[in-house]
Nanobody, 129 residues
Framework: QVQLVESGGGLVQAGDSLRLSCAASGRTFSRGAMGWFRQAPGKEREFVAVITWDTWRTVFTYYANSVKGRFTISRDNAKNTVLLQMNSLKPEDTAVYYC???????????????????WGQGTQVTVSS
């Protein structure tokens, strides 16, 4: 079993930055994928970014068009943590952000919720205008 815990959310102003962390515990795997999704009030949960690694090396990252160029996903192998650096935040980035883990990823995939085996509880990000 894998437990995922997100942190780093908060209230910021438009144009500010935040860094979200997703710490995985319970087991580590040298090959896997972790994704970030978000859900705004009244909307469905949507894909934000995914990172896939093999033998501890990152082999694939992908971003939603809405965050491309502003958000960066990365992995800290030593801490078994995935980070989401969010720059130039906009009010439309306001949402609960969830991380998810896929134990058997396919490189190039990761945009569908159904691919993931484990989910965190979410962290709130609020961007004021």
């Amino acid at each position: 079993q894998v437990q995922l815990v997100e942190s780093g959310g908060g209230l910021v102003q438009a144009g500010d930055s935040l860094r979200l962390s997703c710490a995985a515990s319970g087991r580590t795997f040298s090959r896997g994928a972790m994704g970030w999704f978000r859900q705004a009030p009244g909307k469905e949960r949507e894909f934000v970014a995914v990172i896939t690694w093999d033998t501890w090396r990152t082999v694939f990252t992908y971003y939603a068009n809405s965050v491309k160029g502003r958000f960066t996903i990365s992995r800290d192998n030593a801490k078994n943590t995935v980070l989401l650096q969010m720059n130039s935040l906009k009010p439309e980035d306001t949402a609960v952000y969830y991380c998810a883990a896929d134990q058997t990823p396919r490189v190039g995939a990761g945009r569908s919720e159904r691919e993931y085996d484990y989910w965190g509880q979410g962290t709130q990000v609020t961007v004021s205008s």
